[in-house]
C-alpha cells in the first residue's frame, strides 16, 4: 500500500495485531496466559489483537517467543512493524479535540484505497467546505469554545487532503437529498458548499450521487455509514457506523457484506453523477 508511516500507523497496529491473534491461536494459547508473559491482562492482550494500542518491542518480542517464532527473519519482520505502527499520525497533535474513538477511523480513512459512504445528515465531512464545516461543527457543539471549534474545523480540512493527494482513494459517497435540505451556515453559505460539491464531482477519483426525497423508502434506513477498503491483503474492509458517544468498527465479512450490499443497492437507485450535478446546481440556484 502506497502510503507514508504516519498515516499507516493505524494500519499498521492492525495487521500487527491480526498477525499476533493468528500466532496465538495456532498455539492453542488463551489470552489470560498471553496476558500472563508480558506482565499485563488479558483486555490489553484483546486491545492489542484489535491494533487499539501502541505496541511495546519488548511486549512483542516476548508474545513472539511465547508463540514459538524462532525464525529470525519472521521475528524482525514482526517487531519491525512495531516501529511502523507507533509513529504518530498528524491527527495525534489534535487529540483534544478529538473523540477517543475518531483518531482510528481518521488513520483508516488516511490509508483506504477506497472509500463508499452514505450521508443523510448533512454533506460528507470530506467533501465541505470550510464555512459549512464551521457551521455544521457549531451546531453538533453550541457550547464549545471558538478555539475548539477551530481546531476541529482544522481536522476536517486536514483530512480532505486525501482527495488530492498523489495516492488518492476512490472515493463514491451518496446523499440523501436531506443532507442538504438543511441550510446549515445561511442560504449563501450553503450556495457556495453546493457549487463546491459540483466542482468536487468532477475529479476522477470522486463520485457524487444523490438519493432525491421522490424515490422513497431506500436501502439505508438504518442512518449514514462508511465502508472503507484496503489494498493490503491481511487487512479487511471495515464498516463505520458513528453514534453520538461511539462508533463501531466492523469488519467480519458477514457484517461488511451487508453494508456493501446496501450502498450498491444506494448507488443503482440514485441520481447518477450528471443528474446529481443538474439537481444541485438547480437547487443552489434556488437558495
Known amino acids: 500500500m502506497a502510503m507514508d508511516s504516519s498515516s499507516g500507523s493505524v494500519v499498521r497496529r492492525i495487521l500487527l495485531g491480526?498477525?499476533?491473534?493468528?500466532?496465538?491461536?495456532?498455539?492453542?494459547?488463551?489470552?489470560?496466559?498471553?496476558?500472563?508473559?508480558?506482565?499485563?491482562?488479558?483486555?490489553?492482550?484483546?486491545?492489542?489483537?484489535?491494533?487499539?494500542v501502541s505496541f511495546k518491542t519488548r511486549d512483542v518480542e516476548d508474545l513472539l517467543t511465547l508463540y514459538g517464532v524462532t525464525d529470525e527473519r519472521e521475528r524482525e519482520a514482526l517487531v519491525g512493524l512495531v516501529r511502523q505502527a507507533n509513529v504518530a499520525g498528524w491527527w495525534h497533535s489534535y487529540s483534544?479535540?478529538?473523540?477517543?474513538?475518531?483518531?482510528?477511523?481518521?488513520?483508516?480513512?488516511?490509508?483506504?484505497?477506497?472509500?463508499?459512504?452514505?450521508e443523510v445528515q448533512f454533506v460528507h465531512g470530506l467533501l465541505q467546505?470550510?464555512?459549512?464545516?464551521?457551521?455544521?461543527?457549531?451546531?453538533?457543539?453550541?457550547?464549545?469554545?471558538?478555539?475548539?471549534l477551530e481546531r476541529r474545523v482544522g481536522v476536517r480540512l486536514e483530512?480532505?487532503?486525501?482527495?488530492v493527494a498523489e495516492d488518492a482513494p476512490e472515493f463514491k459517497v451518496v446523499l440523501d437529498e436531506a443532507s442538504i435540505a438543511r441550510p446549515y451556515g445561511g442560504r449563501e453559505v450553503m450556495r457556495r458548499q453546493l457549487r463546491h460539491l459540483i466542482d468536487l464531482s468532477h475529479m476522477p477519483n470522486v463520485t457524487v450521487q444523490l438519493?432525491?426525497?421522490?424515490?422513497?423508502?431506500?436501502?439505508?434506513?438504518?442512518?449514514?455509514?462508511?465502508?472503507?477498503?484496503?489494498?493490503?491483503?491481511?487487512?479487511?474492509?471495515?464498516?463505520y457506523v458513528e453514534h453520538l458517544t461511539s462508533a463501531l468498527y466492523l469488519d467480519k465479512p458477514e457484517d461488511v457484506g451487508k453494508y456493501r450490499a446496501a450502498i450498491g443497492r444506494l448507488q443503482r437507485v440514485a441520481q447518477n453523477p450528471e443528474e446529481t450535478r443538474q439537481l444541485l446546481a438547480g437547487i443552489a440556484q434556488q437558495l
Not at 483534544?96 to 452514505?118: K, N, Q, R
Not at 467546505?129 to 455544521?136: L, N
Open 18 to 52: 491480526s498477525q499476533l491473534r493468528r500466532l496465538r491461536e495456532e498455539r492453542g494459547i488463551t489470552r489470560d496466559a498471553a496476558g500472563y508473559a508480558i506482565r499485563a491482562s488479558e483486555s490489553k492482550i484483546s486491545r492489542m489483537e484489535l491494533g487499539r
Open 211 to 239: 438519493v432525491p426525497f421522490s424515490y422513497g423508502g431506500h436501502a439505508a434506513e438504518s442512518g449514514a455509514f462508511t465502508v472503507l477498503g484496503f489494498s493490503e491483503s491481511d487487512l479487511p474492509d471495515v464498516a
Open 159 to 163: 483530512r480532505q487532503k486525501r482527495l
Open 96 to 118: 483534544d479535540v478529538l473523540p477517543g474513538w475518531f483518531p482510528t477511523y481518521v488513520g483508516l480513512e488516511s490509508a483506504a484505497t477506497a472509500i463508499d459512504a452514505y
Open 129 to 148: 467546505t470550510e464555512e459549512y464545516a464551521h457551521a455544521v461543527i457549531t451546531a453538533g457543539q453550541p457550547d464549545a469554545p471558538r478555539a475548539e
